[in-house]
């Protein structure tokens, strides 16, 4: 995001920053996966046909009040 972003708690400027999967393969971007989660046997959950977004996450330093947002559209 190209603008400033405010604590809506206590209008402290945040911090950007993503959160982290950590998977057998190594570490990865979080997404964000559009409806309920169903499990799925081989892969943890299934994620076919859905939207997915990959996560962005903003951090007050004054409150730690953490605040998500979606970006760009993924392929999972």
């Known amino acids: 995001m190209a603008t400033e972003i405010y604590c809506p708690k ?22 964000w996966v ?11 959950l299934k994620t076919s046909n859905r939207a997915a977004f990959r996560i962005q996450a903003f951090r007050c330093p004054a409150c730690h009040y953490l605040e998500f947002y979606t970006t760009d559209q993924v392929n999972i």
């Not at 998977?23 to 997404?31: A, D, I, L, P, R």
């Not at 559009?34 to 943890?44: L, N, R």
């Open 34 to 44: 559009e409806g309920e989660p169903e499990e799925s046997f081989w892969t943890g």
């Open 10 to 31: 206590c209008r402290t400027e945040m911090t950007e920053g993503y959160a982290v999967d950590h998977t057998h393969g190594g570490k990865v971007q979080s997404t």
